[in-house]
């Protein structure tokens, strides 16, 4: 079992950043990617940014990158996710994932791929 718990979000003006945190825990997730999604009032949930944990490789959406960041911290086993030049279309709540991908490719922007997901946590952004 992998447990994920996200923090850092908030209310935050447009142009301001925030970084989100997703504490891991449980089984060992170093061979694992672990991926940030963000899912606005509705509509679908959508890849936001991901990175292996061995090798560091990412991958960003289109739309974030740039402002985004992803980065990794393997000894307090946390997943950081910058977010730069906020606009009020990235408001949502924001969700960190888990699972063991073997391969870099395509398969990391599907939410079904993911076992393990964190509860979310907010982030709105006023205009």
């Known amino acids: 079992q992998v447990q994920l718990v996200e923090s850092g979000g908030g209310l935050v003006q447009a142009g301001g950043s925030l970084r989100l945190s997703c504490a891991t825990s449980?089984?060992?997730?170093?061979?694992?990617?672990m991926a940030w999604f963000r899912q606005a009032l509705g509509k679908d949930r959508e890849f936001v940014a991901g990175?292996?944990?061995?090798?560091?490789?990412?991958m960003y959406a289109a739309s974030v990158k740039g402002r985004f960041t992803i980065s990794g911290d393997s000894a307090n086993n946390t997943v950081y996710l910058q977010i730069n030049s906020l606009k009020p279309e990235d408001t949502a709540v924001y969700y960190c994932?888990?699972?063991?991908?073997?391969?870099?490719?395509?398969?990391?922007?599907?939410?079904?791929?993911?076992?393990?997901w964190g509860q979310g946590t907010q982030v709105t952004v006023s205009s």
């Open positions: 994932a888990a699972e063991r991908l073997r391969t870099y490719g395509s398969q990391w922007l599907l939410s079904s791929e993911y076992h393990y």
């Open positions: 449980g089984r060992t997730v170093s061979t694992y990617v």
């Open positions: 990175i292996r944990w061995s090798g560091g490789s990412t």
